[in-house]
């Protein structure tokens, strides 16, 4: 029986054997460095990212909630005035010209009523938008997901062996070349960001989510890995990987940090840049790439993939 509920669990998703790489990049951002060998074990994974429609049957049968959709508390918000701490979740907005890149502020609004059913705020909706990514789900969000299926979120080192698809060292999911023969192999942002934009491939001329799927898969299969949306994995983020050792440490997990009253929400990894990242400010959808967000943030560019882990090995 209890192989019968795993493997019904598994279906529909990709396995991919255990081994070692490279993990890390020591030619981008600090944060990447060093580079160091891992081991993960044999595990599965989505072959895209959970997408609205999964999603909404997810909330039609358990009744869930988003962070998004609930007033957040006073005592988690020590500085907000009462008045605005309304629902809601940030919504990338495109300035009409060149702007200093050093502050996000500036192509980002906290849009009240905005959540995974509004994407872009009240007015917004799903409509065609099934097969898009969920979006705007926060860490609490995509955990509770990942449980009710019987799944997991995955490890950084996962996340980042499964999107290198076989090829350990590589910039990107497809090799070290950006654009080979000329073909843009993601969901990400051309021209200049945040307010030219150059659409590609099932997109229109406003920039967002596409159909997972759009692009063409990595070598183990799996869409997505670059660019559409941010992933969250339950790695906590510090500001570097750990220095290297003898050894290649098996499924490496990071912990949570020490808890501070500056930090009331520590920050998790997130993978694979989005439909936001650009060559001129983000330069993140490398599978080394990684950043740190607080675990209550929901945005318009990031959603989540699962995973299921075999059994211990003996």
Known sequence: MATAIRDNIRRGMVRISGGSFAMGSEDFFPEERPVHRVRVDQFWIDPHPVTNAAFRRFVKQTGYVTVAERSP?????????????????????????????????????????????????????????????????????????????????????????????????????????????????????????????????????????????????????????TGNVWEWTVDFFRPEHPTPTCCAPRNPQVAAPEPTAAQRFPRRVIKGGSYLCAADYCLRYRPAARQGQTEDTATCHIGFRCVVRDAPEA
């Open 73 to 225: 508390a006073a005592e988690d918000y020590p500085d907000t005035e009462p008045e605005n701490l309304i629902p809601g979740a940030l919504v990338f907005q495109p300035t009409r010209g060149p702007v200093s890149l050093d502050d996000w502020r500036r192509w980002w609004r906290y849009v009240p009523g905005a959540c995974w059913r509004h994407p872009r705020g009240p007015g917004s909706t799903l409509d065609g938008l099934d097969r898009h990514p969920v979006t705007q789900v926060a860490f609490e969000d995509a955990a509770a997901y990942a449980a009710w299926v019987g799944k997991q979120l995955p490890t950084e080192a996962e996340w980042e062996y499964a999107a290198r698809g076989g090829l350990d060292g590589a910039i990107y999911a497809w090799g070290d070349e950006f654009e080979p023969t000329g073909r843009r192999m993601a969901n990400i942002w051309v021209g200049a960001f945040p307010w030219q934009f150059h659409p590609g491939r099932g997109q229109t001329g406003r920039p967002g989510t596409t159909t997972v799927g759009t692009y063409s898969p990595n070598g183990y299969g799996l869409h997505d890995m």
